[in-house]
């Protein structure tokens, strides 16, 4: 199995960080990789709301599982994407974890 190990600079705009690992992920996947593995906060990092990025994740709302899951299926790409903002245990308590 062929796969890929992406570096990217993520910025706290997690519009632009998709973008930019989109054009990654399709460059590994032209190469003939059939996984690729992100970087650590590829999505969103130095944000202040990542709190509120994390609730919208944990309930299915958030931009970067449903982001995740559309680049997989259209570049037929098992994808390890580093570390997600995930309330722990499901609480919206506020507080935030990273989760892989």
Do not use: Y
Request: charged share 20%; hydrophobic share 50%.
């Amino acid at each position: 199995m062929s796969f890929a190990v992406i570096q990217m600079v993520s910025q706290s705009d997690v519009e632009a960080n998709l973008a930019e690992a989109r054009g990654l992920l399709e460059q590994a996947a032209e190469g003939g990789a059939r996984l690729a593995v992100l970087p650590e906060n590829f999505a969103a990092i130095g944000r202040r709301d990542v709190a509120d990025i994390g609730r919208a994740e944990a309930d299915g709302q958030g931009p970067i599982l449903p982001w995740l899951k559309l680049a997989a299926r259209d570049l037929k790409l098992w994808i390890v994407a580093g570390t997600l903002p995930l309330p722990p245990d499901g609480q919206p308590d506020g507080k935030v974890m990273a989760c892989s």
